[in-house]
Every structure is written in structure tokens, then in C-alpha cells.
């Protein structure tokens, strides 16, 4: 099975190998980060969050878990019937496209775990910020949690093999024409499969001129998990608060 790569993240991230790979994320770290970003932001109490490509909706259930009322959107059909399971009076999901915007509005919207820059087209980048501006209400702040890409460029593992649950994927990463690339193949009952991720590798340059022609301010960037101040040679994570 080989995946169109202009559309990749719409069947890779429906698949079940792709929970699969990433099973092992450490929830951990995931939910002191929830509790970190909402304690700084000082989100109201019942406050409206809209998770922004929230996959099968484990930061949404965990956010909902510290008090909040959260949407939980994504491109994936199969993720959100997952995360459907877990609905309740102040947790919902949905399919939704975030480069259109979602009609409500929000104390905060999250787009979390490089949930960004996957398009061909820059203008989708552009239109997913501009979106989040329209989701965000007059006191709402917008957070991209996204990776930072000259410290994985300059870190980058040109391949290995990661075996999860019997299978092993092979992992082949490479730059190409801006994006970083991953390859990923495996053999499952017989059938080979081959996918590729394609992630555009933005610099907080390439955020700061979005920012400016979507009439976005940026308040303050963090290099991880523990919101500690960013450094692009060192730090992980490209973490934007803006409004």
C-alpha cells in the first residue's frame, strides 16, 4: 500500500498502524503540559478550549479532565469515532478541515504535537492561522505546539528500525524542498505497506511572517514541555502563544 503523498496525513493518520508507531508518546509529559499551558494562560474556570487536529483526543480528554469545556476537531474520521467514545456534556469531537474555520469561538485554541504544516500549499498554512484567529474570542490566546526544526534537523536519525507490537518499522528521514521527510515501511500479515510523513520545516521566522499577514501578535514562545524559555540551537519544541 503506497500513499499519495500530497494527501498523506488524510489516510496515514486513518490508519491503525500509524496509533501503532506512536503508541509509546509519554501521556505523562502530555498532561503536565496541559496543566502548565492552562495554569499560565490563566483559561476561566469551564473555559472553552477547541483542540485543533486532536487525534483520537487524548489532550482533549485530559483537558476535560482539569475542568474545561473542549471541542476536539480533526481531519480523521476514524480518530474522532474513536474519541467519540469518550464524549460527555462538556466534551465533544468532530470531523473538521482546520484550515476553515470552526464556527464558534473560543478561550483558547490548541494545535498541539506538530499538528501543523503538513500542506504542499503554504497558503493552507497561512489559512489555518487565520482560522484560529476567527475561533479565538476577544480574550482567547492561540498555541502551536510544533516541533523545532533546525534542532531535528541537525539531530536527525537518517534511519533505524522501531518494532512495536510484533512489527517493525523501518524509519528512513531525509530534508527535501523544505519539508522534513519520513519514510516508513513494514511488512503486517503477509502485505507490505509503505507510507510517508511530510512535515514543512518551519522556522519561528516562517511563523513570525504568518503572524504578520494573518494580523497576529505573538506573546511568547517555549522551548519544551515545562515552558522554559525557547533556544533555537537546544530546545525540542517551537511552543507560540499569540492572540
Known sequence: MTKDDTTWYASWFDTPFYHILYKDRDYTEAENFMFNLTEYLNIPEHGKILDLACGKGRHSIHLNKLG?????????????????????????????????????????????????????????????????????NDNGFGVIDFMNSEYVINNLVAENVKTVDGIDFNQKRSVIDGFIVKDISFTFEGETYQFQERVKALTLADFETYFEQAGIHLIDIFGDYKLRKFDKQSSERLILIFK
Not at 480533526?74 to 484550515?99: G, R, Y
Not at 464556527?103 to 484560529?132: M, R
Open 68 to 136: 474545561f469545556n473542549v471541542t476536539g476537531v480533526d481531519l480523521s474520521e476514524n480518530s474522532i469515532t474513536h474519541a467519540k467514545q469518550f464524549e460527555n456534556d462538556t466534551l465533544n469531537f468532530k470531523v473538521h478541515n482546520m484550515t476553515k474555520p470552526f464556527n464558534e469561538e473560543f478561550d483558547a485554541v490548541f494545535n498541539l504535537f506538530t499538528s501543523f504544516g503538513y500542506f504542499d500549499n503554504t497558503e493552507d498554512n497561512l489559512n489555518t492561522i487565520k482560522s484560529i484567529k476567527v475561533n479565538l
